[in-house]
């Protein structure tokens, strides 16, 4: 089987073979540490997340790194308001991140390099692309000359005869009035400091660096000149990935990367997500509702990676019971483990997977260009299966299916659901034949069923809700007879 990725730069599905047998260099480009994080960058995060945990899935030895924009107007300005420093304003949101990023259980990557920690790799880069022509300084500041790379707009696919300045707010930052540029298509490499405003010293006086000359250098000081994949939201292509290309590779005159992929955009209630429509919904907010973080990360992976997807509560009220449905099978180890005599149901056994169908079936879904949705599928079949055979066990006394077979279902389902991210937790779990004996519960029922001949009520209900704290569920029925179930 051959794991095909969609190439935002060949605008095509292409079979993936990294730089380096066995080994994946991944870059994907973070937040800007100004607020706390919101469903789009969940989706991202997720996403990549998910992608990194496939290709260790499947044996590639991956290095994922993920960068934090600690310099930025936003980050300044908010400063400024709360009359701090960037500094405190930074570190507060990286914390922030952190705490929403292990509520989703999305992985730490193995380095969150910071703009501020990466100067001089960024002012060596602007040295690098000033002596070779492709930028220039303009009083303070210092620009890219965009025309000097004649590739420019391959990623997009935008021709440089149809581009307006200012495609970006972030550009027009840059220099709103565009005097000092040569060319109204040129961006900033470096900023002149403002009065009042931090400032980094450099060779083009004091100031700090531009948005796009960030990643640049932050991925050639962690991954190298050329790495195999670099991620990102669907809104970084124009102008920020273009202009990493044209940064890059006007240096080095080798590909940035192989691989450009970029996760589509999520919607709320079919608008654009903002603070001025008032649905801007932050991932602690949601969380903090009782919203479960695996039925967010299930929202995230059932849609298309590339393709938008539109936030409501209908469609995480589907993720909710669709995430109950893998739960159930994900749980059905610990519930079964001791009636059916498996020695060790604490952890999946890695070799278990390797000659099952489901995990064939699996691998083909999710290599053809990252198809969570199918490999979901596969899960979805495999936890209906095991919560049918639950439901024998617990009304008949026994499965259809051998035990043997059972956890080797159940072991797998574990293995597979953990690629997703997907874990329940197995705390507060009844296993089936455990607590009471039958022959205790069938004697508490006719306790029961004495009080409530003499009309004690109070008794009866008593010793139902004994049952219940067990996970036992009575059923009355005609007749004065009483049917019992585990839950």
Same mark, same amino acid.
């Given at each position: 089987?051959?794991?095909?990725?969609?190439?935002?730069?060949?605008?095509?599905?292409?079979?993936?073979?990294?730089?380096?047998?066995?080994?994946?260099?991944?870059?994907?480009?973070?937040?800007?540490?100004?607020?706390?994080?919101?469903?789009?960058?969940?989706?991202?995060?997720?996403?990549?997340?998910?992608?990194?945990?496939?290709?260790?899935?499947?044996?590639?030895?991956?290095?994922?790194?993920?960068?934090?924009?600690?310099?930025?107007?936003?980050?300044?300005?908010?400063?400024?308001?709360?009359?701090?420093?960037?500094?405190?304003?930074?570190?507060?949101?990286?914390?922030?991140?952190?705490?929403?990023?292990?509520?989703?259980?999305?992985?730490?990557?193995?380095?969150?390099?910071?703009?501020?920690?990466?100067?001089?790799?960024?002012?060596?880069?602007?040295?690098?692309?000033?002596?070779?022509?492709?930028?220039?300084?303009?009083?303070?500041?210092?620009?890219?000359?965009?025309?000097?790379?004649?590739?420019?707009?391959?990623?997009?696919?935008?021709?440089?005869?149809?581009?307006?300045?200012?495609?970006?707010?972030?550009?027009?930052?840059?220099?709103?009035?565009?005097?000092?540029?040569?060319?109204?298509?040129?961006?900033?490499?470096?900023?002149?400091?403002?009065?009042?405003?931090?400032?980094?010293?450099?060779?083009?006086?004091?100031?700090?660096?531009?948005?796009?000359?960030?990643?640049?250098?932050?991925?050639?000081?962690?991954?190298?000149?050329?790495?195999?994949?670099?991620?990102?939201?669907?809104?970084?292509?124009?102008?920020?990935?273009?202009?990493?290309?044209?940064?890059?590779?006007?240096?080095?005159?080798?590909?940035?990367?192989?691989?450009?992929?970029?996760?589509?955009?999520?919607?709320?209630?079919?608008?654009?997500?903002?603070?001025?429509?008032?649905?801007?919904?932050?991932?602690?907010?949601?969380?903090?509702?009782?919203?479960?973080?695996?039925?967010?990360?299930?929202?995230?992976?059932?849609?298309?990676?590339?393709?938008?997807?539109?936030?409501?509560?209908?469609?995480?009220?589907?993720?909710?019971?669709?995430?109950?449905?893998?739960?159930?099978?994900?749980?059905?180890?610990?519930?079964?483990?001791?009636?059916?005599?498996?020695?060790?149901?604490?952890?999946?056994?890695?070799?278990?997977?390797?000659?099952?169908?489901?995990?064939?079936?699996?691998?083909?879904?999710?290599?053809? $260009? @990252?198809?969570?949705?199918? %490999? +979901?599928?596969?899960?979805? *079949?495999?936890? !209906? =299966?095991?919560?049918?055979?639950?439901?024998?066990?617990?009304?008949?006394?026994?499965?259809?299916?051998?035990?043997?077979?059972?956890?080797?279902?159940?072991?797998?389902?574990? $293995? @597979?659901?953990?690629?997703? %991210? +997907?874990?329940?937790?197995? *705390?507060?779990? !009844? =296993?089936?034949?455990?607590?009471?004996?039958?022959?205790?519960?069938?004697?508490?029922?006719?306790?029961?069923?004495?009080?409530?001949?003499?009309?004690?009520?109070?008794?009866? $209900?008593?010793?139902?809700?004994?049952?219940?704290?067990?996970?036992?569920?009575?059923?009355?029925?005609?007749?004065?007879?009483?049917?019992?179930?585990?839950?």
């Amino acid at each position: 089987m051959t794991l095909t990725l969609y190439n935002t730069l060949t605008r095509r599905k292409e079979p993936f073979e990294p730089l380096e047998p066995g080994k994946v260099k991944m870059y994907c480009c973070g937040i800007t540490v100004y607020d706390y994080c919101h469903l789009g960058h969940a989706r991202t995060c997720i996403i990549w997340d998910t992608a990194r945990r496939y290709l260790q899935w499947r044996g590639y030895d991956v290095r994922y790194v993920q960068n934090f924009t600690d310099i930025d107007d936003k980050i300044l300005n908010r400063a400024i308001k709360e009359g701090v420093s960037m500094e405190v304003i930074s570190d507060r949101f990286i914390q922030a991140y952190f705490e929403d990023m292990a509520r989703l259980h999305v992985m730490e990557a193995d380095a969150y390099p910071r703009a501020t920690h990466t100067l001089d790799g960024i002012k060596q880069l602007i040295y690098e692309l000033e002596q070779k022509n492709y930028a220039y300084p303009a009083d303070g500041d210092v620009y890219y000359a965009v025309r000097r790379f004649d590739p420019y707009g391959k990623l997009s696919g935008r021709k440089l005869e149809d581009l307006q300045a200012g495609a970006s707010g972030r550009v027009d930052a840059e220099d709103p009035s565009g005097s000092k540029k040569r060319d109204p298509f040129d961006f900033a490499l470096w900023k002149g400091a403002k009065p009042g405003e931090p400032a980094f010293s450099s060779p083009w006086g004091a100031g700090r660096p531009g948005w796009h000359i960030e990643c640049s250098a932050m991925v050639r000081d962690d991954l190298g000149e050329t790495i195999d994949i670099h991620t990102g939201g669907a809104d970084l292509i124009f102008p920020h990935h273009e202009n990493e290309i044209a940064q890059s590779e006007a240096v080095t005159g080798k590909p940035l990367a192989r691989y450009w992929m970029h996760s589509g955009m999520v919607t709320v209630d079919g608008e654009k997500m903002s603070k001025t429509l008032g649905n801007f919904i932050t991932i602690r907010d949601l969380l903090d509702k009782g919203t479960d973080s695996m039925a967010v990360r299930l929202f995230v992976l059932q849609a298309n990676y590339r393709k938008p997807i539109d936030f409501t509560d209908q469609v995480i009220e589907a993720a909710t019971n669709g995430w109950n449905t893998l739960k159930e099978g994900l749980l059905f180890g610990e519930q079964c483990a001791s009636v059916l005599g498996w020695q060790d149901s604490s952890s999946p056994s890695k070799g278990a997977t390797s000659p099952n169908p489901y995990v064939k079936r699996f691998q083909e879904a999710v290599d053809e $260009d @990252l198809n969570f949705a199918g %490999g +979901l599928a596969v899960l979805f *079949e495999m936890a !209906k =299966e095991l919560v049918r055979e639950r439901n024998l066990l617990t009304h008949q006394g026994k499965p259809e299916m051998p035990a043997p077979e059972l956890q080797m279902l159940w072991q797998t389902l574990v $293995d @597979l659901a953990q690629v997703f %991210g +997907l874990e329940a937790k197995p *705390e507060g779990v !009844k =296993e089936i034949g455990s607590g009471l004996s039958d022959t205790e519960i069938e004697a508490l029922i006719q306790q029961r069923t004495e009080a409530r001949k003499g009309k004690d009520f109070e008794m009866s $209900d008593r010793i139902r809700d004994q049952l219940q704290s067990q996970g036992i569920t009575l059923i009355d029925q005609p007749g004065g007879v009483t049917r019992w179930r585990h839950n």
